[in-house]
């Protein structure tokens, strides 16, 4: 279940797609989509370095596990 539907955190790169916020694991995540980085990312604050990120080149490798797995769940939401 999506827990925001804008996001927490602050973030810079204007051409990412805000997916929605949700809590994984216990820790509050902003999940977007570059499509200019093909890249999936799940921000956890403010600060310039509060994110990881998850390249399309690696989704089959990390894809189960958290938060990539909930950020390519709502990457799928909301290109269908």
Do not use: W
């Not at 820790?27 to 956890?44: E, H, V």
């Amino acid at each position: 279940m999506i827990q925001s539907t804008h996001p927490v955190y602050d973030h810079d790169c204007p051409d990412c797609l805000f997916l929605g916020a949700k809590h994984v694991e216990k820790t509050l995540y902003d999940f977007y989509f570059c499509p200019k980085r093909k890249a999936n990312i799940a921000r956890f604050g403010s600060d310039t370095p509060d994110y990881i990120s998850l390249p399309a080149f690696l989704v089959a490798t990390f894809r189960h596990i958290e938060p990539y797995k909930t950020a390519l769940q709502l990457h799928s939401i909301k290109n269908q």
